[in-house]
């Protein structure tokens, strides 16, 4: 049974920096490239960031570009998202996502959210 927990969500004021943290089962790490994807109220779920594998290459959307780092520890199963410079419009849900790498282009497996507030 394949997992995903996300974690490392909470308040933070405009300004400041969390890192999100998604923890994966049920699954061979390194065959799947992982995604970073928010919802915010009333609006539809959006792309933040990629992380592919094998060659580990990084895609981000252009509202986060420069500000958000995703990076990956294949070792322990785990992708991330750095987020910096955190605006109040980074309100959102965010979900971790993943997909075969190589073969699949869609993500499968979605963890259940953590939720990011950014003050102004």
């Known amino acids: 049974q394949v997992q995903l927990v996300e974690s490392g969500g909470g308040l933070v004021q405009a300004g400041g920096s969390l890192r999100l943290s998604c923890a994966a089962s049920?699954?061979?790490?390194?065959?799947?490239?992982m995604g970073w994807f928010r919802q915010a109220p009333g609006k539809e779920r959006e792309f933040v960031a990629a992380?592919?594998?094998?060659?580990?290459?990084?895609d981000y959307a252009d509202s986060v570009k420069g500000r958000f780092t995703i990076s990956r520890d294949n070792a322990k199963n785990t992708v991330y998202l750095q987020m910096n410079s955190l605006k109040p419009e980074d309100t959102a849900v965010y979900y971790c996502?993943?997909?075969?790498?190589?073969?699949?282009?869609?993500?499968?497996?979605w963890g259940q959210g953590t939720q990011v507030t950014v003050s102004s």
């Open positions: 996502a993943a997909r075969r790498a190589l073969v699949a282009r869609q993500y499968d497996y």
């Open positions: 992380i592919s594998w094998p060659r580990g290459s990084a």
């Open positions: 049920g699954l061979t790490f390194s065959n799947y490239a």
